[in-house]
Antibody, heavy 120, light 110 residues
Framework: EVQLVESGGGLVKPGGSLRLSCAASGFTFSSYSMNWVRQAPGKGLEWVSSISSSSSYIYYADSVKGRFTISRDNAKNSLYLQMNSLRAEDTAVYYC?????????????WGQGTLVTVSS | EIVLTQSPGTLSLSPGERATLSCRASQSVSSSYLAWYQQKPGQAPRLLIYGASSRATGIPDRFSGSGSGTDFTLTISRLEPEDFAVYYCQQYGSSPQRYTFGQGTKLEIK
């Protein structure tokens, strides 16, 4: 059974940093591109970042470029999101999600999310 | 940058009725990269349709997707109580490389 479990969320002050993790199991993690998607309270879905299976290709939304860094450790079946210079508008539930096939495309499995709150 | 506009914002229907949800793109989208998701309160999104018209694993056949170019549709043939949720369309664009979600359609019980 495919499982994605996010962790690392919490309350952080504006300008602070946080590192999210996503532990994957039930599939060959090293064969899939992975993604972070966020959802602000009461709002819709916003794509944040994507990373290819071997980390060769990395993409970011303009809203986080230069502040967030996506990475992965295939030996540990883990995906990460380093978030720096956090702003109030980064407050959201952050989901990790697997790309169903190939380098890009739809997301077939999602974690349950971790809440990040940026507030003083 | 491609913008996806979903309509209506809210759709009020009764169980057993047919639901038609629209997703319109600001410029042509590859059908291969158009997907639909369902999200219930407090839950993660679930992939329903990929490639504009292919059902994801385990998705009932009352869900169908269609469309091409700039206009895409998600149809639920006969609504079941568990179908009332928020639905999002999503596309992947290669220039620049990014994903875009529509703002969502809330399907509520009438």
């Amino acid at each position: 059974e495919v499982q994605l479990v996010e962790s690392g969320g919490g309350l952080v002050k504006p300008g602070g940093s946080l590192r999210l993790s996503c532990a994957a199991s039930g599939f060959t993690f090293s064969s899939y591109s992975m993604n972070w998607v966020r959802q602000a309270p009461g709002k819709g879905l916003e794509w944040v970042s994507s990373i290819s299976s071997s980390s060769s290709y990395i993409y970011y939304a303009d809203s986080v470029k230069g502040r967030f860094t996506i990475s992965r450790d295939n030996a540990k079946n883990s995906l990460y999101l380093q978030m720096n210079s956090l702003r109030a508008e980064d407050t959201a539930v952050y989901y990790c999600a697997r790309t169903r096939e190939q380098l890009v495309g739809d997301f077939d499995f999602w974690g349950q999310g971790t809440l990040v709150t940026v507030s003083s | 940058e491609i913008v996806l506009t979903q309509s209506p914002g809210t759709l009020s229907l009764s169980p057993g009725e047919r639901a038609t949800l629209s997703c319109r793109a600001s410029q042509s989208v590859s059908s291969s990269y158009l997907a639909w998701y369902q999200q219930k309160p407090g839950q993660a999104p679930r992939l329903l349709i990929y490639g504009a018209s292919s059902r994801a694993t385990g998705i009932p056949d009352r869900f169908s997707g269609s469309g091409s170019g700039t206009d895409f549709t998600l149809t639920i043939s006969r609504l079941e109580p568990e179908d009332f949720a928020v639905y999002y369309c999503q596309q992947y664009g290669s220039s620049p490389q990014r994903y875009t979600f529509g703002q969502g359609t809330k399907l509520e019980i009438k």
